[in-house]
């Protein structure tokens, strides 16, 4: 059974401030890794989709690496905003193609 | 292209009432899938169809029910409402195996 953790539940950072986000996964067998963000009593907004095959993704100031075999992704931000502020999730995908999520990570960015 | 709707935003029922949630996929989507939101945890697995076959069940009772359209948009149903069955309720589709899903705003359902 996957099991996905992500560390840590909330981060503050001032603005302007470079910061990574991680996830661990207990099963590589794998199909995808999707990051999402998800503003308060709202949906889910799909950031960047990493396929089992590669080994990162790039989208503005997002940077999303994949490394199955340890079973580790992160989320990179680069001179974060006060927009940025939100919870961010990530999840994978297995054979199943349920996808199978984290509890997330609250970010508070400080103007 | 619309995004994944859902309807309604908003929906307060009484306990032991029943309730009808509603998806449209994203055009050409032909996988729709349910997620069951509480507050501080992330989004849990609770149908996914594909070509209007149930593909997967995630471990919820069975008030809990679906169905898909030959239009590919979705219902779920859930029975005799218990107030643990509040929650943000996520519908998200895709074109299926690894393309990654897409979701739309939620329905936020409260059992009083």
């Known amino acids: 059974k996957q099991e996905v953790t992500q560390i840590p539940a909330a981060l503050s950072v001032p603005e302007g401030e470079n910061l990574v986000l991680n996830c661990s996964f207990t099963?590589?067998?794998?199909?995808?890794l999707q990051w999402f963000r998800q503003d308060p009593g709202k949906g889910l907004t799909s950031l960047l989709l990493?396929?089992?095959?590669?080994r990162e993704q790039t989208s503005g100031r997002l940077n999303a690496s994949l490394d199955k075999s340890s079973g580790r992704s992160t989320l990179y931000i680069a001179a974060s905003q006060p927009g940025d502020s939100a919870t961010y999730l990530c999840?994978?995908?297995?054979?199943?193609?349920?996808?199978?999520f984290g509890k997330g990570t609250k970010l508070t960015v400080n103007p | 292209d619309a995004g994944v709707t859902q309807s309604p935003t908003h929906l307060i029922k009484t306990r032991g009432q029943h309730v009808t949630l509603r998806c449209s996929p994203i055009?050409?989507?032909?996988?729709v899938s349910w997620y069951q939101q509480v507050l501080g945890q992330g989004p849990q697995f609770i149908f996914q169809?594909?070509?209007?076959?149930?593909?997967g069940r995630g471990n919820f009772p069975d008030r809990f029910s679906a169905r898909q359209f030959p239009n590919y948009s979705s219902e779920l149903n859930v029975n005799a409402l218990l107030l643990g069955d509040s929650a943000l309720y996520l519908c998200?589709?895709?074109?299926?195996?690894?393309?990654?899903?897409?979701f739309g705003s939620g329905t936020r359902l409260t059992v009083v």
């Open positions: 998200a589709s895709s074109r299926g195996g690894s393309y990654g899903y897409t």
């Open positions: 099963d590589s067998a794998i199909y995808n």
């Open positions: 990493i396929q089992s095959s590669q």
């Open positions: 999840a994978t995908q297995g054979g199943s193609e349920k996808l199978v």
């Open positions: 055009s050409g989507h032909k996988s």
């Open positions: 169809y594909y070509e209007k076959e149930e593909r």
